[in-house]
């Protein structure tokens, strides 16, 4: 097998095991909180079909439109097999194979050369997200590696900082109300969220509740497919949750709808939360959201009576200016109402926190002095400023996996400028040629799910997933953890924690493990597939306290948060792009554009997918027809949308399934399958929710307008006129 190939070295063989016929257990690593547990079907080892387990309480027997795509991607005809070196200019795609050995040699050499620069260590910049949600693939060697030689840390923002920031001032940790107890709930409010498409498996437990008796509400700006299946579409303006959850909590104190034992008992500062409420009247919350304020009245009654409300709150909201505050605000809702005390009540943002590895273990900080921190949404700053942002060095070498920056990280004018300096080294990892690869000097070829080990936490549920390889790596791709042992290897790096094998590594991260995974060994889930953590069933996380915050309650006040110097009570921040903040602003560009998850694409993963982009059809603009009417646009029409960031074509489509004043680009779309390889995030900012540093993609004014004919950009990512833009070489 593959991994038998010529070695820089003697690595540890990190697969015992595969390849073997019959049918092999594993978990879906992608950013989905439905982690789910997989079974896949090897016949002379090839895997020919894949289904999701029938008997996890969560997976219940499916996988979503996109994996059960998995085998046809897997085997893709464009899977990166061999090493590859750039032999054209930079971002023009041209590469030719090149040996383990050759690459890895050339690398090395290369990288020790900027460590041992002026420029020191922190000129080299890791650049990872969520390709895999594997601890092994996704947070361990990798870790090691970057931590061993001094590199710049990378603050992994881009998806969930505002929120989790926001439940850690509020709840304490990413712990939230279980998704197995939603039968018992008698209101289901899906807050920010596209449910069918995002979080798929969470919908049978809504619909158990709803032939109970529940109503199902969304709250979103767009008419989702989820929101289309809902008793009700409540379409709040963007960016404005909330004053929302301030007006419900109002009607809910001067109603009398409050769980005063519940407040007396386990929170801090109800007496002045009731305070600021009384500052958002309906009347007031109704012209901040744009939602009727009997409707804000109605909406308040009927959470105060619900008996257990859930709220499944998810990111939509937190891609704002003010996402942190309005998380943390619909946060304290069910502490007003008690609801944590029952089954099928409380919030529910992630339950990721339950899922104690020892992720010291795994990543080990300690092998390396601490090094400065570069938020990942700022890579544009970061690859074009002469000190990346920070006032440190200028990043000399970039080292990207699990994540394709060219396409995911906002301003991509800006990451693209700073990925076609000549001075800087890229090196990417993939399973796939992308946006991203096409700017690099060496590309090398990574495993997929079925071809390595992990484990899995899962951010939806309550259960630990193993991940067994099914079959032998294609071609010479190698597991992103091998991968890093071998550099570490090639750089004369010798620290016994850097030659560590896979399975050594799962063993680690259970070992040191927290109670909640006591119990748990490799061995069991080799057994198993999967278990439970050790939460109750269902688990009631805040039913009496427990808050995992300094005061151990509900924090409504919060002194951490005055200390940096926010306001301590729950508040209505609005989006930095807002008529108010910006009129000049919003007069040229007056539509939010918000870029949510397409059904059939995870992030940018699955565009290359040839079914699942035809089902996709082309990059689309949905507008409202009262937006379209005066801007003479109709369906089926090519429009140009953009901002004093940059723009891309879409293909409009008009409907009255979403708020006026906002505009709905489904996403994440390459620039080499767009229509004028140009996409969404030309136009994102790269600027900062107020907690956790996170992203604030839909907090992005825009103008649409219908267009004839507009040059093309052949494939968006070697065009010269945006190659040429000059930048602020560092050094
Ligand atoms: N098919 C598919 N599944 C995915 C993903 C994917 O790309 N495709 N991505 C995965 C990842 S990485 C993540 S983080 C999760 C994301 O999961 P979710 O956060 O559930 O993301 P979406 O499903 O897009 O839902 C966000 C919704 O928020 C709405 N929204 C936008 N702004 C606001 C606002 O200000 N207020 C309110 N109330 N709503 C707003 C949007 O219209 C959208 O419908 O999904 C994961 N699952
Ligand atoms: N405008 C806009 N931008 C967004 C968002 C949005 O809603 N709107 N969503 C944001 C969110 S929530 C997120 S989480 C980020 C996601 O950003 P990313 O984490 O970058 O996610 P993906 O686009 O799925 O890219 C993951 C890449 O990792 C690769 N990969 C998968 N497994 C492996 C592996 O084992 N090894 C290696 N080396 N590579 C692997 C895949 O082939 C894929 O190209 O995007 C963000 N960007
Ligand atoms: S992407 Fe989500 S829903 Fe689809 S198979 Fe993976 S975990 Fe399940
Ligand atoms: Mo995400």
């Not at 590696?145 to 001032?169: D, E, K, P, V």
């Not at 369906?635 to 901002?643: A, E, F, P, T």
Request: aromatic residues 6%; glycine residues 10%.
């Amino acid at each position: 097998m593959a991994l038998a190939l010529p070695v820089v070295g003697a690595a540890p063989d990190p697969t015992p095991l595969p390849p073997r016929d019959g049918v092999v257990r594993g978990a879906c690593p992608h950013d989905c909180p439905d982690t789910c547990a997989w079974q896949v079907t090897v016949e002379n080892g090839r895997a020919t079909r894949m289904s999701g387990d029938a008997e996890h309480p969560f997976t219940r027997g499916f996988l979503c439109t996109k994996v059960n795509r998995y085998i046809e991607r897997t085997y893709h005809r464009d899977r990166l097999t061999t090493p590859l070196r750039r032999v054209g200019a930079k971002g023009e795609g041209k590469f030719e194979p090149v040996s383990w050995d050759v690459a890895l040699t050339e690398i090395a050499a290369r990288l020790r050369a900027i460590a041992d620069s002026v420029d020191g260590p922190q000129a080299i910049l890791p650049y990872s997200y969520a390709g895999t949600m594997g601890m092994i693939q996704g947070e361990s060697m990798d870790r090691r590696f970057f931590h061993a030689l001094g590199a710049s840390r990378l603050l992994r923002t881009i998806c969930s900082a505002a929120g989790a920031a926001a439940m850690q001032m509020t709840v304490g940790a990413s712990i939230g109300a279980d998704a197995e107890g939603i039968p018992e709930s008698d209101l289901i409010l899906i807050w920010g969220s596209n449910t069918l498409t995002s979080n798929p498996h969470l919908w049978p437990f809504v619909l158990r509740a709803r032939e109970r008796g529940a109503r199902v509400i969304a709250i979103d700006p767009l008419k989702t497919r989820t929101a289309a299946q809902c008793d009700e579409w409540i379409a709040i303006r963007p960016g404005t949750d909330a004053a929302l959850a301030l007006g419900i909590m109002n009607v809910l104190f001067v109603e009398g709808l409050e769980d005063r034992d519940y407040l007396d008992r386990w929170t801090l500062g109800a007496d002045e939360l009731r305070a600021r409420a009384r500052q958002y009247p309906p009347e007031r919350v109704a012209a901040i959201t744009g939602i009727p304020a009997e409707r804000v009245i109605g909406l308040a009654r009927e959470y105060g009576r619900a008996k257990a409300a859930f709220i499944r709150l998810n990111y939509g909201l937190q891609r704002h200016a003010g996402g942190g505050m309005a998380v943390r605000t619909v946060a304290c809702l069910p502490a007003v109402t008690g609801h944590w005390r029952r089954a099928g009540g409380g919030v529910q943002l992630s339950t990721s926190a339950n899922f104690q590895f020892d992720r010291r273990a795994l990543g080990r900080p300690d092998l390396g002095p601490p090094a400065r921190e570069i938020n990942m949404i700022r890579l544009g700053d970061a690859l074009t400023l002469a000190d990346a942002g920070t006032g440190g060095p200028p990043v000399k070498a970039l080292i990207v996996y699990n994540s394709n920056p060219a396409v995911v990280a906002p301003d991509r004018g800006a990451v693209k400028r700073g990925l076609a300096r000549e001075d800087l080294l890229t090196v990417v990892l993939e399973q796939f040629p992308t946006d991203t690869t096409a700017w690099a000097d060496y590309v090398l070829p990574a495993t997929t799910q079925l071809e390595h080990w992990d484990i899995h936490l899962a951010y939806g549920h309550h259960y630990i997933t193993l991940n067994q390889p099914a079959i032998a790596p294609l071609g010479e791709a190698l597991p992103n953890s091998e991968i890093f042992r071998r550099l570490a290897k090639a750089m004369g790096m010798t620290d016994p924690a850097l030659a560590d094998d896979d399975l050594t590594m799962i063993r680690q991260a259970l070992a040191g493990a927290g109670p909640k995974l006591a119990g748990i060994t490799l061995e069991s889930l080799i057994e198993t597939g999967w278990a439970r953590i050790n939460v109750p069933m269902p688990y009631l996380p805040f039913a009496e306290g427990g808050f995992p915050t300094p005061s151990g309650k509900c924090e409504l006040r919060s002194e951490r948060l005055a200390q940096m110097g926010l306001d301590p009570l729950p508040t209505f921040t609005p989006p930095d792009e807002h008529p108010d903040n910006v009129p000049e602003l919003a007069a040229r560009y007056p539509l939010t554009l918000i870029s949510s998850p397409a059904h059939q694409f995870l992030n940018s993963t699955f565009v290359n997918v040839d079914s699942l982009r035809r089902q996709a059809r082309e990059p689309e603009c949905l507008l409202h027809p009262d937006d379209a009417a005066p801007r003479g646009i109709a369906s089926g029409m090519r429009v140009l949308v953009h901002n004093d960031r940059g723009g891309f074509l879409a293909t409009a489509r008009v409907a009255a399934e979403i708020r006026p004043g906002v505009a709905w680009a489904p996403s994440l779309w390459w620039g080499r399958y767009a229509i004028d390889g140009r996409t969404v995030n030309e136009t994102t900012s790269q600027g900062e929710t107020d907690m956790g540093r996170g992203p604030v993609f839909y907090d992005n004014l825009v103008e649409v307008e219908a267009v004839a004919a507009v040059p093309s950009d052949a494939n968006g990512i070697a065009n010269p006129a945006t190659n040429s833009i000059p930048i602020a070489t560092p050094g």
